[in-house]
């Protein structure tokens, strides 16, 4: 027997070459494999550094606001002295902004003008004046909110070319329509920008033609195919075969639009020192002159012809150097605020009547359908009930299950059935746990809707099992030696557990509960279904009010339309996950600083 | 069976191995430390090459920690260091340039516990052909799995079940898998952890025949804490306390004569 | 009113306990207690507190439910049949007894409310009267029965017992309740609809009309499009995470050091506390463009609410789920086999790719199982970053939706009451419900014996 084994066994050299690449190919696969690994946790981390990253930058800009510090008139004309709640402050307001600007005057120009201040400053004028009737009648220094497309403005910063000009100007008028002529062709590289942008539109309009030509070409080939086959078409095919024909009729003329508008464009770049209209689709051009501002329409390389924004002082020649051609260098038509706010905007800002401040309000106020005046106050408050109604049930009774379940089950079915039940409760989806609360506590119970009391029965359900798994960890920790001492000196099995078990387990019970509530904080979807989804303008006083919870709060602003809603929602994000880093730290720091070796 | 045993035994004295050939290894103060605590204190010793040779000694005192050494072990626990010099053939196997997985292929070792991989039993021999590239084709695969079964002695309680799963068999069974599985890769010393410590009496003696068969072909180093298994099976005997290498010699006279006081006390049960 | 109840009842509870502590020590200087006064006290105490709270918890929604049928009667018996007829004179009843009504109130409303808030007087009086006097023979109860042999401590611990027996209850409670509030409406639901449009039908869209003669008035209500587009976004969630997951955990595991674990681990446990809402806020407002602009460059047709965005997304917030329960099981493989894979001349790779990932095959599977149910369960994500309309398609580029996204959409905001819209959201939470938590048991199953297996 072993004479025949012995004939199996064989040697290998490890020192020979196949050996040897065979040893350093098993060791690559080892790197790679290895590699893999590191890959996995670096996208990880990759991941989220991106999405943090991503939520501050997108956040930050929420945390400040700026707003326009002006001498404001409360006339009595507008706030009666009898009435000072009554007060018209919004033509306070109004008027404030007008006696800067006194050429505004068509009615569209004006709503733009008043658009800048937010209608929160009204608001906030009026409680200053009510706090202090005396200023009635005088004229003070007041910080007024600006709206969200103002402060969006400051804050995004616009790229605004200036170009002092080289030749002698003269201007044909103070305002409307005017014609600047330059000595230079102070005009040349504007006009050379605005000529090749003209010469991408084109471009794109010819891309665009060749693409649609394509569309077309696979639905003639489509249409053949089925013409070919008319005679056993079904009534289905040919419907599909009239849909083609319409479809190829639209995308030729649209090929044809498409490639005359390019064939124009293409005149107009070629033709390049020809006069050159602006519209809203190139960067705007505009002329500082004679200490006004006009709007550049059309242009030569030294000849701009266009309309008046803010006025000049005289109609006379300008000293070569004296004016200056200044470009807004994104078009028009992608910004959110006109060349006529633009240079409002900047007029104040040369005035030094713009200021930052930090948002206070953000912190201090409820929602408002304003980005500028929105904050997330009522949401915290709501969020702050919720947990605690949350807290007070969750805790007594996930503890008191845990010592159930931990020191007194018997072993049996029931006791089985619990067990069995809590594990799976804790992978039910959230939003089921939603479905109950509205099945339960809203149409059986009859309890409020969108209010903090049944969102935080339904988190409490939610997060029962979390905090019932934590606590038995935490008791099955102690040692059953503590217990026995206890029982061996005549204690009942309660007092046993109450006097001696809970105690050393408290640190660990609290532990989890703070995981547990650092989770109900971040859940949204039940609340969802429970009506805490209303637009809240008012901070909620007790359990029972109409309320709305931060995450809440968060995906009602991540809906809307506006711009600066999304700094806003960013920012709510950040003060969320501010929340949550704090409550998982201290949880983390209370389990470090209790974690007893037995 | 009876037989068997008989030749083999008659094998063993005969092959008594010259105490002056040279040995396969060799350990030249060797010191091992986990982390603070030293645990291997400056070993010295020759292992004798197709010879079984017993290491015992109290729990703790460090018998398997240079057992570990042997086949770099050591190198899995990452607060272990080790210092000194271990060669077999007179090559230094910490040396750098030496490849720890080429070097597991040469020093096979089986454990304290049965560990068959939750594979089948052909895989779980199969395993370290495969993966060491032994085997051209399937044909030599079955001859290396069917051989180191043989030498095992398992081959006949097994050839009707080879894809069974190498769990399913008894305690003592899957320990003799474990040792095909080593010798399955041809290795040239083979370790043996406390190999019966988990195994009732019986199947411990069928793996102490076994043992016996192996030391035709191959340098067996085992750790036990039973003396008289020592006495059994092995031609030299070591005994560690406390991390020292305390004694080493032919296996009758540590038994019989001692020459320490501690080995003499270990040996007559006052300590242990 | 229940504020004034509940005062009464902790005046008595208190005088009950000091009373019944006062007795047993009095009885203490003559005789041996059996148990200590203050358990004496104790079962004062809850003699009173059980009857009463009993009275409260059943009393209080009959008498509320009496008195708004009455007040409704007097209004007009006609409205309580139909539903949301007797809603809006319910709050406007409410509104008028309050005095927050608006406007100026008819005859009958002013009736109705007058009889409301007599009612509502009279019955409250009532019971706070009848909760005292129980309170009080509860009191005479529990004082008759002590005396020093009494076993107070044996009868308090009982009733401590039943309270905790009663709050581990509540998890058994709360899935009785899920299923049947989910279950009454699904029921309902399939008395319009046949089970079988609903499972097989492959058109989704519920917008019924209000009116029951308008055109289109049916609405359709096939899950099939939402089936496969809960499907796409999991599939893509977990082609993401289960592999990042799986070779997260297994170089957590097996390769790194522990300075590298304190640093990582770190990091997938913040990943894990991130709330869903703040994904979905990614996934919509900075993926999804980035994915619509580059498929655009690349001349692709990219919807903007691509099932692409929310599944990657969705995918990076079960990395950690997945990591975190296969490192428990890998951990679960026991060192001997490593050790023996090691001794073998095996590296790390062969022992993980060829013992440890066969030995953990099972416990994976099941982690892979949750993960899968914790996608398709996942809500604001997709919520945020899927779309609204059933389209049954597999492109990862083009919009779909999902269980929960319709759910949410049926159920946010203004309900019709009972049409067959509503009633469609319980019976898609019904099929949520069911298809996770039957994967749930089954993941758990096989983990509990891969347990067994090694312990």
Redesign the interface.
């Known amino acids: ?2 004479e ?9 050299d ?1 020192a020979s070459d196949a ?1 040897q690449a ?2 350093r190919a ?2 690559r696969a080892e790197a790679r494999f290895k590699m893999y690994g590191l890959i996995a946790i670096g996208l990880t981390a990759l991941f989220l550094v991106i999405v943090l990253t991503d939520i501050v930058i997108k956040g930050l800009p929420a945390f400040t606001q700026h707003s326009a510090v002006l001498d404001v008139t409360i006339s009595d004309a507008d706030v009666d002295p009898k009435a000072v709640r009554d007060g018209d402050y919004q033509a306070v307001v109004r008027n404030t902004l007008r006696a800067r600007f006194p050429n505004v005057e068509s009615r569209a120009d004006r709503r733009a003008l008043d658009g800048i201040i937010s209608t929160g400053a009204a608001d906030r004028l009026r409680e200053r004046v009510l706090s202090d009737p005396s200023l009635i009648g005088k004229t003070v220094s007041t910080q007024l909110l600006l709206s969200d497309d103002a402060d969006l403005y400051y804050k995004e910063g616009t790229r605004i070319d200036r170009q002092p000009a080289a030749g002698a100007a003269t201007v044909s008028g103070v305002a409307g329509d005017v014609t600047i002529q330059s000595s230079l062709p102070d005009f040349a590289a504007n006009l050379k920008v605005v000529k090749s942008g003209l010469f991408a539109r084109a471009q794109t309009l010819r891309t665009e033609a060749e693409r649609q030509r394509g569309y077309a070409r696979t639905l003639e080939a489509r249409k053949a195919d089925i013409e070919r086959t008319l005679a056993t078409a079904t009534p289905a095919v040919r419907q599909e075969l009239a849909t083609i024909t319409a479809d190829i009729a639209s995308m030729s003329q649209r090929v044809e639009e498409a490639t005359a508008k390019a064939a124009e464009l293409q005149v107009r770049f070629d033709a390049s020192a020809s006069e050159e209209t602006l519209d809203e689709l190139v960067a705007s051009v505009l002329v500082q002159i004679n200490g006004g501002l006009v709007k550049v329409t059309k242009m030569t390389d030294t000849q701009a012809t266009g309309t008046v924004i803010l006025p000049l002082t005289s109609a006379g020649p300008a000293a070569a150097g004296s004016w200056q051609v200044v470009t807004y260098v994104v078009p028009e038509a992608n910004r959110r605020v006109n060349d006529r706010e633009v240079s409002w905007l900047e007029a104040l800002r040369a005035q030094g009547a713009i200021g930052s401040n930090f948002n206070w309000a953000f912190f201090t106020s409820g929602d408002s359908r304003e980005p500028e005046l929105a904050g997330i106050r009522g949401a915290l408050v709501g969020s702050a009930l919720t947990l605690f109604v949350t807290l007070i049930l969750c805790l007594p009774i996930g503890v008191a299950a845990a010592i159930y379940l931990e020191e007194f089950a018997p072993k049996n079915w029931l006791t089985e059935i619990i067990e069995v039940n809590i594990n799976n409760l804790a992978a039910v989806p959230s939003i089921v746990f939603g479905l109950l609360g509205l099945a339960m506590f809203l149409n059986f119970f009859d309890l409020p809707r969108s209010a903090p009391l049944v969102g935080g029965l339904v988190l409490a359900l939610l997060v029962l099992p979390t905090i019932i798994i934590a606590s038995r960890a935490a008791l099955r920790a102690v040692p059953p030696s503590i217990k026995e001492a206890a029982l061996g000196v005549g204690a009942s099995q309660q007092q046993a557990v109450f006097h001696h078990v809970l105690p050393p387990a408290m640190p660990g019970i609290m532990t989890g509960t703070i995981i547990g509530m650092a989770h109900a904080l971040g859940e949204t979807a039940p609340l969802l279904m429970i009506g805490m989804v209303a637009f809240i303008v008012e901070v909620p006083t007790g359990i029972t009010d109409a309320a709305t919870a931060l995450p809440v709060q968060i995906y009602l602003w991540s809906d809307l339309p506006e711009i600066a809603f999304q700094a806003k929602t960013a920012a709510a994000i950040m003060v969320l996950l501010v929340f949550l880093f704090v409550m998982n730290g201290s949880a983390i720091y209370l389990r470090r600083q209790f974690e007893r070796r037995w | 069976m009876n037989s068997l045993v008989q030749v083999n035994q008659s094998e063993a004295t005969d092959a008594t191995p010259d105490v002056g050939t040279k040995p396969k290894v060799i350990a030249r103060d060797v010191n091992v430390y986990y982390g603070e605590k030293h645990a291997l204190k400056a070993v010295n010793l020759d292992v004798p090459a197709r010879a079984v040779t017993a290491l015992i000694g109290p729990s703790g005192c460090g018998k398997s920690t240079f057992l570990r050494c042997i ?1 770099r ?1 050591n190198d ?1 626990i ?1 607060i272990c260091r080790v210092t000194g010099k271990i060669e077999i053939d007179e090559r230094d196997i910490y040396d750098p340039t030496l ?8 020093v ?2 089986v ?1 304290q ?1 049965p ?5 089948s039993i052909y895989e779980n021999v199969a ?2 052909p495969k ?4 085997a051209k084709s399937k044909t030599d695969l079955d ?2 799995v ?3 079964l ?2 095992a002695g398992l081959f006949e309680e097994v050839k009707d079940r080879l894809t069974e799963s190498g769990t399913s068999l008894s305690g003592g069974q899957q320990q003799r898998l ?1 040792i095909a ?3 399955a ?2 290795p040239e010393v083979i ?1 043996m952890d406390e190999p019966c410590s988990a195994l009732d009496p019986i199947a411990t003696a069928k793996i102490e025949e076994l043992m016996d ?1 192996l030391q ?2 191959f340098t067996i180093i085992i750790v036990t804490h039973s003396m008289q298994q020592a006495a059994r099976v092995s031609e030299r005997t070591a005994f560690f306390h406390l991390g020292y290498l305390v004694e080493e010699g032919r296996t009758e006279d540590m038994f019989t004569k001692p020459k320490d006081q501690r080995t003499q006390d270990y040996i007559t049960g006052r300590f242990g | 009113m229940v504020y004034l109840y509940l005062a009464g009842l902790f005046i008595l509870v208190t005088v009950g306990y000091l009373f019944g502590r006062s007795r047993a020590r009095a009885a203490a200087r003559t005789e041996t207690l059996h148990s200590r006064p203050p358990y004496h006290g104790a079962f004062v105490g809850l003699s009173i507190v059980a009857p009463m709270l009993l009275l409260l918890v059943i009393g209080l929604p009959i008498a509320d439910r009496m008195i708004v049928s009455q007040a409704l009667q007097t209004f007009d018996p006609t409205v309580m049949s139909d539903d949301l007829r007797r809603g809006v004179a319910l709050r406007d009843i409410t509104a008028l007894a309050a005095g927050k009504y608006t406007g100026e109130p008819s005859l009958a409303l002013r009736q109705a409310a007058d009889t409301y808030t007599s009612l509502r007087t009279w019955t409250y009086n009532l019971i706070l009267a009848a909760g005292m006097v129980f309170g009080l023979l509860g009191a005479a109860f529990g004082l008759r029965r002590l005396s020093a042999g009494f076993r107070a401590r044996n009868s308090v611990e009982r009733a401590v017992k039943v309270l905790l027996l009663a709050a581990a209850s509540v998890a058994v409670l709360t899935t009785i309740g899920i299923v049947f509030s989910v279950l009454f409406e699904t029921v309902r639901f399939f008395e319009r609809v046949s089970p079988f449009e609903f499972l097989f039908g492959l058109q989704w869209s519920p917008q019924t009309a209000i009116r029951a003669d308008q055109a289109g008035s049916s609405g359709a209500f096939g899950i099939v499009p939402l089936v496969t587009g809960t499907l796409l976004i999991t599939t893509i969630a977990i082609v993401i995470a289960g592999p990042i997951g799986l070779f997260a955990a297994i170089y957590m595991a097996e390769y790194a ?2 300075r590298f674990r304190a640093f990582a681990k770190p990091i997938l446990e913040i990943l894990a506390g991130i709330p869903t809402v703040v994904l979905g806020f990614f996934a919509a407002l900075t993926l999804a463009p980035i994915i619509r602009a580059t498929g655009e460059s690349m001349g692709l047709d990219v919807a903007s609410e691509s099932a692409l965005a929310a599944g990657i997304v969705m995918g990076m917030m079960i990395i950690p789920f997945v990591s975190s329960l296969s490192d428990d099981v890998i951990n679960a493989v ?1 060192q ?12 790390r790779s ?1 022992t993980v790719k ?2 440890i990932l ?2 953990a095959f099972s416990g994976i599977v099941s982690a892979m199982m949750l993960a899968i149910s914790r996608a398709v369960g996942e809500t604001m994500i997709v919520v945020m970053a899927a779309g609204l309309a059933g389209n049954l398609t597999f492109n990862p580029l083009a919009a779909v939706t999902t269980f929960t996204v319709q759910i949410k959409t049926i159920l946010v905001g203004d309900q019709e009451f009972d049409s067959a819209k509503t009633l469609a959201a319980f019976a898609l939470g019904f099929v949520l419900f069911f298809f996770t938590l039957t994967l749930n048991i089954i993941a758990m199953q096989i983990v509990k014996r891969y347990r067994e297996q090694y312990d």
């Open positions: 027997m072993t025949m084994a012995l004939s199996t066994a064989r040697t290998v490890f050996a065979r040893v098993r060791y | 086949n072990m899995t990452p490849d720890v997985v080429q070097l597991r292929a040469r096979g070792m454990f516990k560990n068959p991989f939750p594979k395993y370290g993966i060491h590239g032994f001859e290396i069917i051989g180191s043989r030498k474990c599985r080593a010798i890769v041809n370790l068969e035709e072909n | 050091s522990p026991p001997s086999l490593r050790d023996g894979s090691y001794a073998m001349g095996a590296t062969e060829k013992v066969p030995a």
